[in-house]
């Protein structure tokens, strides 16, 4: 198991790098740095300017420097607010993860269980009802179910039943005036975004889920069990759930990585300055210091879970381990 830890570590570092490489590159081509001396008539200046950001270096020269302060933690200077990039990315992240990690967990305890009961349950109405309902979410965008949960289940509410605010929030984590987690008001607050985060997600999640334990269901170890009288709930849960996870694992790594580089439309539509604002904002701006610090950070938390699920391969199933 540890050889098999170094080598997935191993490969995980030199693809971060290649990434770190073709991420720099791209922004350096699409973004102009100097965009706003473009009309500046004053050359020295312009000339200035160029030199204090290393613009006046080969481009991998440039890509040396800023490798090695990134590593050092030092991460540049937005050019739109003057704010360090790092002070910018942190509180965004841990905004972002209020999000994430309710989210996460709520989804992935909903599809597997409505995925699991689907397959062994195939063809019934339970089974006819979840896939209705999963295909159903599936066809709603975020940006539309945010705005009709914002619709139907807080201003409506307000004015069916004459209520002099809204039943639940839906601008930022907080109230004015509120701080801290434990507490109503954040949890009212965070339950529309979660919602809007979690409704695809437990869709998609689900038919995988479902298809992989059919599939399970029906392999010879697993009709040997239960030819052998080996008790139904067992052949599930300890034959077929286990396996059944692989392919799972690899779809919900890659969404769980993309989605720490910031949920752009619920945080939009909510207004939560996490790291889908801090992207949106820098994009506008043109901020290339910000962009590329969001794009190396988006990268390494894909290349991350990509990692985690190689990890949960090889402890899911032996073989893996072997390759």
Same mark, same amino acid.
């Given at each position: ?18 990434? &770190? ?64 990039? &790092? &002070? *910018? ?16 967990? %709520? ?38 179910? /945010? ?15 004459? *209520? &002099? ?14 701080? /801290?987690?434990?507490? /109503? ?27 992989? *334990?059919?599939?399970? *269901? ?67 701006? /043109? ?5 590329? %610090? ?30």
């Amino acid at each position: 198991m540890v050889a098999f830890l170094i080598r997935r570590l191993g490969y995980s570092v030199l693809v971060l790098l290649v990434a &770190s490489i073709i991420t720099f590159i791209g922004i350096r081509d699409t973004f102009n740095p100097l965009a706003k001396y473009a009309f500046s008539k004053d050359r020295t200046a312009v000339a200035r300017a160029k030199h204090s950001l290393g613009l006046d270096k080969p481009l991998m020269v440039q890509y040396g420097t800023f490798l090695g302060k990134f590593v050092k933690g030092d991460w540049g200077t937005s050019a739109r607010t003057g704010d360090s990039v &790092s &002070s *910018m990315i942190r509180p965004a992240m841990l905004n972002t993860l209020q999000l994430i990690i309710p989210g996460i967990l %709520i989804s992935l305890v909903l599809a597997i269980t409505l995925g699991i009961y689907s397959a062994i349950k195939q063809y019934s109405f339970g089974d006819y009802a979840f896939t209705g309902l999963s295909f159903l979410g599936i066809s709603m965008p975020p940006f539309w179910f /945010g705005l009709m949960a914002i619709e139907f289940l807080a201003i409506k509410p307000k004015e069916w039943f004459g *209520m &002099s605010n809204t039943p639940l929030s839906f601008i930022g984590l907080h109230t004015p005036g509120h701080t /801290g987690v434990f507490n /109503g008001d954040y949890w009212q607050h965070l339950l529309l975004p979660v919602l809007t985060l979690t409704i695809q997600s437990i869709a998609e999640w689900s038919r995988y889920q479902r298809a992989s *334990m059919l599939d399970v *269901m029906s392999l010879d170890y697993v009709r040997t069990a239960t030819a052998k009288g080996v008790p139904r709930r067992t052949v599930i849960l300890k034959h077929g759930f286990r396996n059944a996870l692989i392919p799972l694992v690899s779809v919900v790594a890659i969404d769980i990585g993309a989605l720490f580089g910031g949920l752009v439309i619920t945080e939009q539509i909510f207004s939560i300055p996490g790291m889908g604002k801090v992207f949106v904002d820098a994009l506008n701006a /043109g901020d290339t210091q910000v962009l590329l %610090i969001w794009l190396l950070v988006t990268a390494f938390f894909i290349i991350l879970f990509n990692l985690i699920a190689d990890l949960a391969y090889g402890l899911l199933d032996p073989r893996v381990r072997l390759a």
